[in-house]
């Protein structure tokens, strides 16, 4: 399968884990858009939210405390952070290999763009 995210999870791209567990891995966004920017992806390749089933309820809880974990090692826990997961092209999603977005260390506006 040709997907990105499968590569960095083989090793075949790099890219600067900051993160790493039996069902989860954590690396810098290429292009951050705040001073922290990290993707939390499974190890499993799933392409969007649309294509999850019950079997991966506990894996998507994994990405979750992977950010947790993220936020207080990158020191932004307590002024607070962001979460987005986007599904499908509409909502901004561009790798197809679901990826939580952890973004902090500036203030977040709401509502996204
Ligand atoms: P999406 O738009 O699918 O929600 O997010 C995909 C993210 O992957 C984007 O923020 C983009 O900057 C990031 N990205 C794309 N290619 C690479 C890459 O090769 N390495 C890393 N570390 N991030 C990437
Ligand atoms: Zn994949």
Redesign the pocket.
Known sequence: MDC?FCKIVAGR?P?EIVYDSDTALA?????PQAPTHV?VIPRKHVSTINDLDGEDEALVGSLFTAAKEIAAAEGIADDGYRTVM?CNEGA????FHI?L?VLGGRPMTWPPG
């Open positions: 990105l791209i890219a690396f810098r966004d290429i292009d993707l986007n901004g999603q561009s790798v990826h977005h």
